[in-house]
């Protein structure tokens, strides 16, 4: 390992700091945190300072718990002295800035070890008083502890009782010593589980329990068999129980029995049948929970936590049914699978998550100001001020307006779910007038006669939307976009088939007060409605889609979402509706394989065409529509939050190099078996597995020109070479009907733009000296081998190819690092313009470019050959870059690639400038999952990008200065 620098002690530092800082501020404003920390410290207060800041900077999981638990220092001391500490320490990073989400798993984790730990002691107590416990079929029958509520759902905060409910495998059995029934011995262990939990002891309680969640209440036994379980809740299981079991997990005991009943049980918590009326009932019960509860309640009065999660709950229970991946314990996991199936909009769960982000904050600072576990803001004056403080705000009034800002909008949606509310939305929607200057009852006035023309339909629209509330925000929309916007629902209105059309509106009116709501409450009301008209012009029958989407509004909700998030995906839907049925009614999260999976029936579906169907145009189709199907799932999937940066740049570059591989094959199908050598050379981003939507190819080919074994004139030779590459290069980026092709870049061939496309690999190899003769290729040439790789087939050429572009690649040291460093400082002159709202995620020093040289450079001194930026990161730790600085290099990886992955998707554009004024800003921002409401979302963004990029340009300079050696010794560069 290298010799740990200067500013990796700072980092440590700062991480001290940051201890300190949360630590004063809450000894200040929190007396509940004074108070514990007195408590926990007596006499050892270095001791528990030092467990206090350990891994202050780091969410701990379960894994880590049991690790801390197992160490002898905290081994000797008491569980509830342990958790007392440690919800101290989740309490104090929340205090320092950590979202509450990981505190709050970190805090769920915590306490399925405390519930493990008091039970397996129980089980020892119990196997020694009555034996082991024996099922008939033979071997130890299991127990499992289900958490449900905020536990189970992983929400656990640190003034939270858990909610525990006890299972075991069979009554069919008998312990070993005493021959007790199995019921009685669990009861035995289950109860003294919670009273080793609950019962105070020198160091107060473990955790506070509640097993009123278990069959039959506080009536019921503590301990149930699954058969048992099963009967109940087949027999007598109520709404309010499904609610409960929707929110359970294991976090104790035997797992494959957790997982076993749960899967028992799934019958009755998921029922096939749709019942609209589930809502109302959970509402019923939220109702009456409220009449002992102040207003002051942030958990259950108006607009509470409670209500996100009703909201949250009502419909998984509505809808996941028929729907299995609506089916997770985690409210937020659950909005994003709600929102990205159509059962919620985008207003409605991005609004939710933020407020459930505020709310639950606020809850855990309450607990922590006054040490007791309550949900009731401060009544007091200075408690309130103090409150208001430690959350950031300046004033209490300022927190107060926040916090009745987050649940009025909370409360208006939660309204949205309620069975009689939904039943007569459309009756007494907001949008009545729209539909009025549609059927022309709204204009009046001068100068219009009985048939409005469009255009003065669109101004008498606009001017209405001006004063409106419909949609949200509209008033402060420029006089263009409202224009825009009203020609767009007038559009849609000109038909009577059309989706505002007369004859739609009779029809099918839950239709449209379904599309005017998802409409109103997408990211961009005015670009989604803008490609709905192109849309429902192209389609044949816009009534059927009208009827089918009827019957199913996530449908409905899923396209407007679509279309109002992402321009890229929007305009690839929009012309091709069966790429609409798939993204609508059969979506499904992409895997490794797809790609190949698809082409093949695209192939076979181009094949059963009519015989005197081009072979070219048929083989260029099912290649184009291949692409725009695999896009459109990834794309989707993406935008729903269900697949990963990484699994995104690897879908995306699996399917390019599918096709190429494709586009080879065809080509050299008939042509001699010499011409089997050709092979394509990625670099770039497709050669690093990191390509993004609307990413260009960078290609090579080198062929085997070893014409002495073949007896063919090498001219012939290269010739019959470059036109098999050619008609490649013309299979990829022919424009067709049925989709683009792909850009090519070949900036990176030989010579760049005047070098030669098609190339020997003797002559490749001495074009970069590496087998005799001079070498003419510049250092960044050699640089971007890096990233070479040969496609398709790894015949004994492809190996000898990936060899020689190592060997290339690694042959001598890195440039001159002053070289480099001036060769970065031109680019950064030449194509980067500093501005203070726009931001160019590469060429911006520290931007990806920067990144990328960074890692590239130290390649090359530690001899490294990987073309993946993230692993040559990994790989660069042995050899002397420090941890410290790999981490930034990774943050700078992960959010860099992300926010232009995020950009290109919604915007449609291939370059990588950010301008934080345009209002797609935001719109990636929240993709990105920044939270916070208005402008300050941007701001929030901006600030980590340029913070990141600082940070990423420091380990620039370092890394020139010092560099990294095979040995893993620093040196100079």
Known sequence: MGKRSGPSRSRSSDVAGRFDAALMRAEALLPGVARTLAAVSGPTSAGVRGALAKDFSRTRT????????????CRATSLARFAAIERLRCCLREVAGVDVRATAAELSALAGVCVDEALDEALARADARFGAPLAAAGGRCPIVVLGMGKLGGGELNAGSDIDLCFFYGTDDGATAQTEDSLHAYFSKVAEWTVKALDEPGDDGAVWRTDLRLRPEGTRGPLVNSVAAAERYYENWGRTWERAALLR????????????????????????????????????ALLQQARMKASKQDLKLGTGGIREVEFFVQGLQLVWGGKNPDLRTPHTLEALARLRAR????????????????????VEHRIQAQSGLPTHTLPSDPAGLEALAVSLGFPTADAFDAALAATRTSVAAIYQTLLFEAGRTAFEQNPWDFVVALLDDRGLVGPGLDAAP??????DALAEALAGSSWPPGVAGWSEGRREEFARCLVALARKPDLPLGERTRERYPAFVAHLFRTLGDSADPEQAARLLVP????????????????????????LVSVLGTSRYLGEGLIGHPALVDRALFAFSVPRPGDAAKVLAEELRAAAARPADEDPLEAFVGATRRTRSRVLVDVGCAELAGEISGDDVAARVTELAETLIGAALDYVTADLPSSVSSLTVVALGKLGGYELAHGSDLDLIFVYDD??????????????????????VLRLLTLPHGDGPGYELDTRLRPSGNQGLLVVSLRAFAQYHGHQGGKRRAAPWERQALLKARPLGAQTAFAATVAETLRAIALADEPPDAEAMRAMREKMVRELYRPDEYRRDLKQMPGGLVELAFTVQYAQMKAQIAETHTGRAIDALVPKGLTAEDAAILRRGLLRFGR???????????????????APIAAHVARLLGYRASGSTVVDDFRHDLDATAAAVHEV??????????????????
């Open 62 to 73: 379960r894994a880590d718990y049991l690790a801390v638990r197992a160490e002898p220092a």
């Open 248 to 283: 359970a997990s294991p976090i104790a005991g035997d797992r494959p029995l957790g997982d076993e009943l749960q899967q028992a049980l799934t019958p009755f918590v998921w029922r096939r049948t749709v019942d609209p009326k589930l809502p109302g009932e959970l509402a």
């Open 342 to 361: 159509g059962f919620v909009t985008d207003r409605e769960a991005s609004e939710l998550e933020v407020a459930w982000h505020f709310l639950r904050r």
């Open 453 to 458: 023309s469009p255009a003065a339909r669109t």
């Open 535 to 558: 849309f429902f012009s192209r389609v044949a029958s816009p009534e059927g889609y009208a009827k089918a989407f009827e019957g199913r509004p996530d449908a409905l909700a899923r």
């Open 706 to 727: 070893r014409s002495e074994a073949t007896g063919e004139d090498p001219d012939d030779a290269a010739e019959r070479y470059a036109r098999a590459a050619q008609r």
């Open 899 to 917: 926010a232009e992955r995020a950009f290109r998707l919604l915007s449609g554009d291939s370059a990588s400038v950010i301008d934080f004024r």
């Open 956 to 973: 620039f300079e370092r890394v020139l200065r010092s560099g990294v050696s095979p040995g893993g010794d620093v040196r100079p560069g």
